[in-house]
């Protein structure tokens, strides 16, 4: 019985390093050897900004502020609202704006993929950009985002989203700032050695001719809209200069949901990419999307492994009752940083670190979970809403 916990601990434990050190090294190695950069030069071609609405009454009159006063030629950007059924003021606040270059694609409720195929179908621009209600863009974040389409290898441009703090939030608000700036420069790495695994919905850009319609709305937009670029051979690259922000969820709970609803679409959009899976024809990439989204997902399953393992072992030499002993402490102080994230004490890293960890991991395993079962969801409900959204 030891014996076959000593296998499934170092399993677990090989897993882990792994997925946290082992592969941005790998992903940084390969970058230094084959450094990819991008040809760029200061190119204005004709924009589509495209904003997906639900009900963003809140969000939504600043967002287009924001828009319209993006540092882009007037004559080359135009900015489509598509409104998934909104039954708030969100249609009433877009119209106020018709006559600045903003269009509002009034639509019945049919999911945000739907309403983006839409969207794309009446734009205009050469390029697309897609940016969620909520997050507002630095004045020259267009300008740094098309620079890189004067490479003509340069299929989509991955933006720079940063997150803003309220000072009510809870302490998880603070865990999904840092876990973004990790992941933001897990992503320059990427971009040096060809591709970033995919696009986060606050702001990106792909090539029109390069848009594929997502036939499954119950895919995550993002992931299923920028890899396809990549499976079309052109390269999906990262713009640390075109900065984004939003506004992190200030309750955990809504942002555990949040998190469920969001891997759960984003394995099922793993399956409709499944081909980009295969190292014999897309090379590094394949191994970079394996270990981002799918190691990176079952590491839930690791961590319980890991644990019970070393429970199991910790009688069996100072190694294994020191790996037990550390989780213990690590889980314990998760626990410790739920029941005071709504705290000034809660809000230190030695508490919220863990606990967003923890938290981040559980929502991982319902999200597989929830796809084994065959669970789809196809409508969306924006976790930023007020206290009633579910």
Known sequence: MAGFAWVWFWLAAGLLVYVYAGFPALVAAVGWLRRREVNKKPITPSVSLI?????????IGQRLEN??????????????????????????????????????????????????????????GEILVFSDANSMCDSQALRKLTQNFADAEVGGVVGKTGYIISPDSESSSRGEDLYWNYDSWLKQLESFSGNVVSAHGGLYAIRRELYIPVSDPAVTDDFAISTAVIEQGRR????????????????????FQRRTRLMTRGLRALLLRKRLLNPCRY??????????????????????????????LSSSGVLY?????TQVIFYSAAGAGYLLRRTRLGHRKC???????????????????????????????????????S
């Not at 909104?86 to 269009?103: C, G, K, L, N, P």
């Not at 999906?236 to 942002?255: D, I, M, Q």
Request: proline share 4%.
């Open 51 to 59: 904003i997906a609405a639900y009900n963003e009454e809140e969000s």
């Open 67 to 124: 828009a319209l006063a993006l540092d882009y030629p007037e004559e080359a950007l135009e900015t489509i609202v598509a409104s998934d059924g909104s039954t708030d003021r969100t249609e009433t606040i877009v119209q106020r704006y018709a006559d600045h270059r903003v269009r509002l694609l009034s639509l019945p409720r049919c999911g945000k993929i739907p309403a983006l195929n839409a969207a794309v179908a009446q734009a205009r």
């Open 236 to 255: 999906l690259v990262f713009e640390c200069a075109a900065h984004s922000y939003e506004t992190a969820v200030p309750k955990a709970g809504r942002e």
């Open 283 to 312: 090379g590094f990439y394949s191994l970079a999307l394996f270990s981002h989204k799918v190691l990176r997902r079952l590491l839930a399953v690791a961590l319980v492994i890991a644990f019970a393992s070393s429970l199991a």
């Open 321 to 325: 009752s020191f790996a037990a002993a």
């Open 351 to 389: 508490l919220y670190i863990p606990f967003f960890y923890c938290m981040a991991n559980a929502a991982a395993l319902v999200a597989v979970a929830k796809l084994m079962r065959g669970e789809r969801i196809t409508l969306w409900q924006p976790q930023r809403h007020s206290e009633g959204a």
